[in-house]
């Protein structure tokens, strides 16, 4: 990936990761790490850049989450708060779901 491609892209993903999720700076920071971390093993082609992007957002969503939802989960417990927990679990499933099947999706794409 080229270094205008990829600048290309870490600016979709700031715009993608600030006005469609709301994420904090720290997720969008780790995700282009893990962006950095996957180009310089895997070659991508230009039309998976963003899926690649998109993927990246979710894992690293996933990873700071993961941090943060302890302290949630804790605080539920402490509150009683069952049925969250369990939604939470739920929402967490899914996002696994979906970023294994982008990676996938994008190791096919190979």
Known sequence: MRE????????WMTLVSNRQFHFHDETLFLAVNVLDRFLARTS???????????????VAAKMVNMIIKSYIDRAAHEAGAAAEMAASRKVEKYVDLGA????????QLR
């Open 100 to 107: 294994r099947y982008i990676f996938e999706r994008l190791n």
């Open 44 to 58: 991508v082609a230009a039309d998976c850049f963003q899926l690649l992007g998109l993927a990246s957002l979710l």
């Open 4 to 11: 205008a491609n990829r600048a290309c892209l870490v600016s």
